[in-house]
């Protein structure tokens, strides 16, 4: 079997994030960048599926500015074989980048793809849904287990009521949630090696699609503060204060 | 043109949070209908027939719509998306699992997890798990919109008579099945609707010292909520999870004990009214969203908390 892993590159999840004072975006400039967090749980499903003997080859694919390769050459120090960047120069909607993966999957021919199931910084979780859709492939969301079977997946995913099992025929797309595995560190040596692992670099627009945004974002502000707090000293207090003052209890 | 809404429910009942979508839906249009995909769901659509701001239900029968197969979902509903200019549903697992597929299909750029709906067109979205707050406005002439249920308030449940019209399948997919669901049964109030809320986080330090509150869950009638540390630990299952990746939560009364508050917790939980922290750690981040902090060892604070409860003439159910 043969993996495409799609990886995105996001500012770090332990940053506190600032808005920008013209309302046009949050401050990215001299921000720590770093995998967003699922898609590592993705590279690392991928990896240990290669591992077991059950994958013969990985590709990482990340589409972004020219920095997003970073993203790939992670994704080849941790087991990914070989990386396609897809360069573009402004943020795009997931749709557009569905339509770019739609390209790339006709050309690599994976039997699966793996993605994160959402993107911590615009919150949409919608790319792995999506390019099922354009694919008619069918689609297993939220994944917290995997296991391969005959030419299917049977996947364990995270719902609000607890857990739901589906089998997905191959090929298939995967999205993966945080607690599908522990994704590993690259040791020194493989990140050594990755440097020696081919990048393939395309242009968006020689892909001939249309990833022109549809949503206009008119502004970007801070959400209204939460009023300062008190410290209590003692339970008692803070029963009291709960009963007479919030009124909640 | 009017707007389209796909009903979440268990084949006997509606679930909550659509009739927060309800609301939130007819906002963007007064002309709502409402789509119930499922097995022998009658009494669904008779339900939400009874809700006034309901103008129309359409209902598909089939088998194999008794669990939520996105792909089976999609080519139902594409077929009806033709007449509405806006195909609404929540941003819960279900919505967020289901929408993409539609709106690809439909060549439309979806807009996720709206908080406010200014215009037909244009909406407020959280971003950034919540440290932004994005005004946006949707181009596509279809729109394809999930909403967060807790930023909504349900809509009314009677009163209405809305006509309710049978349509007929559209083909399954042979290449997803569905095997099993582990429901997690619990007499308590559902999470993402609770008054109140009372988390654990890896302060817990294992499963069955969240028995701590679950004794206090029992006296306030609260839902009980957990870190995704606590989850990851192992301590409670995943459907307790608050959070940028798990539940958001607006209840009355949120307690957090035992957890330091990462970005991503307090995605889940910061607009909540009124916020308690228990930690032992001062400097934990909970306490700059806390309305009341108590730095305290929970292990001691916990049962002094129940029985200061239990001191209490009344509680408020």
């Known amino acids: 079997m043969k993996i495409l892993v799609a990886v995105k590159r996001v500012i770090d999840y332990n940053v506190q994030i600032r808005v920008k004072e013209d309302g046009s975006g949050v401050v990215t400039d001299n921000v720590k960048m770093s995998t967003n967090p699922p898609d590592d749980n993705a590279i690392e499903e991928a990896v240990k599926i290669k591992e077991a003997g059950k994958a013969k080859e990985i590709v990482a694919i990340t589409i972004g500015e020219e920095k997003a390769q970073e993203t790939v050459r992670k994704a080849l120090a941790v087991g990914a074989d070989r990386g396609i960047h897809v360069k573009v120069d402004n943020v795009i909607e997931p749709l557009a980048v569905s339509k770019i993966l739609k390209k790339i999957v006709e050309k690599e021919n994976p039997d699966l793809v793996f993605m994160g199931k959402q993107a911590i910084d615009d919150d949409c979780n919608q790319t792995g849904q999506m390019l099922a859709a354009l694919l008619n492939w069918p689609q297993a969301t939220f994944a917290s287990k995997i296991e391969v079977k005959d030419n299917a997946l049977e996947v364990t995913r995270e719902i609000d009521e607890g857990l739901e099992t589906i089998e997905v025929n191959v090929p298939a797309i995967v999205t993966c949630d945080l607690r599908l595995n522990e994704p590993r560190y690259a040791s020194l040596p493989n990140i050594m090696k990755a440097k020696k692992k081919p990048i393939e670099q395309l242009n968006a627009s020689d892909l001939g699609v249309d990833i022109n945004p549809r949503i206009e974002q008119i502004k970007v502000e801070e959400p209204p503060k939460r009023k300062a707090g008190i410290k209590v000293a003692s339970v008692e207090e803070l029963v009291q204060k709960l009963k007479n003052e919030a009124k909640v209890i | ?317």
């Open chain 2, 1 to 317: 043109m009017s707007v389209l809404l796909i009903a979440e429910h268990n084949n006997k009942e509606v679930r909550p949070f659509t009739y927060n979508a309800i609301t939130a839906a007819s906002q963007i249009n007064e002309d709502l209908h409402v789509l119930v995909l499922g097995h022998q769901a009658d009494d669904v659509a008779k339900s939400l027939s009874e809700v006034p701001n309901v103008k129309k239900i359409i209902h598909v029968d089939n088998e194999i719509y008794e669990n939520y197969i996105a792909e089976n979902y999609t080519a139902a509903i594409i077929k009806h998306a033709e007449s509405y200019s806006h195909i609404v549903s929540s941003a819960n697992t279900f919505g967020k699992n289901l929408m993409p597929r539609i709106a690809a299909l439909l060549d439309t750029s979806q807009v996720s997890d709206i908080i406010k709906v200014i215009s037909e067109d244009t909406f407020l979205r959280p971003i950034y798990a919540g440290n932004a707050f994005a005004t946006v406005k949707s181009n596509d002439k279809k729109k394809c919109v999930t909403i967060r249920p807790t930023s909504f308030d349900p809509a009314d449940k009677s009163g209405g008579s809305a006509k309710i019209t049978k349509s007929d399948p559209a083909e399954a997919s042979s290449s997803t099945k569905f095997l099993k669901k582990e429901e997690v049964k619990s007499d308590r109030p559902e999470l993402g609707t609770a008054r109140i809320v009372i988390s654990g986080g890896r302060g817990m330090q294992n499963g069955e010292n969240f028995k701590l509150i679950s004794d206090i869950a029992d006296k306030l009638n609260a839902a009980i909520g957990a870190s995704r540390a606590a989850v990851d630990a192992g301590y409670i299952t995943n459907d307790h999870q608050v959070g940028q990746t798990g539940k958001v939560v607006v209840p009355d009364l949120y307690i957090a004990v035992g957890i330091s508050g990462a970005i991503q917790h307090l995605a889940g939980m910061k607009e909540s009214k009124v916020i308690v922290a228990i930690n032992k750690d001062g400097e934990a981040p909970i306490f700059s969203v806390a309305d009341y902090g108590l730095e305290a060892d929970l292990f001691e604070a916990l049962p002094q908390f129940l029985s200061e409860l239990n001191k209490l003439n009344t509680i408020q159910k």
